[in-house]
């Protein structure tokens, strides 16, 4: 019989954490096959397109398409916690535009300092995105509904605010932001790392991360056991709006100008990008480092594409294709594991009879 001193030390003894799972047990779950594919097939790409064509791996191309996923990334990272927590996202590309109109609006007519534009731009991504926590956690609206009325308000906000046409006037500093090096590092892909590490940080190593996957696996039991579910869906709309307008301070840094139909598809790139890392339409299931994966997948196939000269039409039709294989073959890895859960119960609980 243990006595009560030991119960107490024990109690006392910090948490080891859950055993880690072997390397067999972890490629059996569907988010650990989707990576593994994914990675397979990213490798491919990169082979594929080093001997299908001259420029693809040259040090000037390769600083382009990393440059060029940052944006979409930087939003992907964001979405995909809104997404595995069982909500959806459409209008980060109309706030790609507001947030750019409103910053260019403020340097180039209200003469205010970039940094503050830059800031109050990126915070009205922000707005965008409690707006949407509203509606859908608020007032409990379906988020595709919700979402794609805020994206055709702020399509429409964008367009009165610049009357339009893109704004012009603003300083040749104003691309500097998107053009610039930071250690050799362009600053499109050093704000994207920062976004990705935070997030990974958050998903990984926090209670808010664990509240995430509960919250999109089943709400009401997640609920039950006490878990805000309401508060962590709304936090990490707010951030994805965040992210939208960060991205849309750089898209449109980029052109020196801020343009109401910057972002215009944008929405479109970053869900295929998420779903083809591996996260759930339903939620429940996917994670940051495969959504960075399904990012680059789109970024390769687009630079790839272009440097083979392929019709911008024929591109399209290749993403929706890739978006619809993402889907049935999540589709088809969930089922596989909840077959494989059915029938291991039964056979575990024999085996140890």
Known sequence: MTDLPQLESSARRPFQGFP?????????????????????????LLVWFSFATSGFMTLENQTNLIRQVSFV??????VTPVMVAGGLDLSVGATVAISGVSAALLVAHVGWPLWLAFVLGALIGGAVGAVNAFLVVGMRINPVIATLGTLYVGRGLANVLSGGSPVTGVPLAFDNLATAFVAHIPVPVLVFAIFAAALIVIERKTLLGRWVIASG????????????????????????????????????????TGDPNSGIGFEFSVIVAVVLGGTAITGGQGNIIGSIIGVLIIGCLDNGLNLMGVNSF??????????????????????????????????NAFRHR
């Open 20 to 44: 880690r799972p072997s390397f067999r047990a972890w490629l059996t779950q569907p988010m650990s096959k989707t990576l593994v594919i994914n990675i397979g097939v990213l490798a491919a």
């Open 314 to 347: 024929y591109q399209d039709i290749i993403l929706g294709i890739a978006l619809v294989f993402a889907v049935g073959l999540g589709e088809v890895l969930r089922g596989s594991w909840r077959s494989l859960s059915f029938i291991s119960g039964p056979l």
């Open 73 to 78: 990334g930087i939003s992907a990272c964001a």
């Open 217 to 256: 696996g089943n709400q009401e039991a997640a609920r039950l056991a006490g878990i805000p579910v309401s508060r962590t869906r709304a936090i990490f709309y707010v951030v994805s709006g965040l992210a939208a307008g960060v991205t849309g301070i750089l898209i449109n840094s980029r052109i020196a």
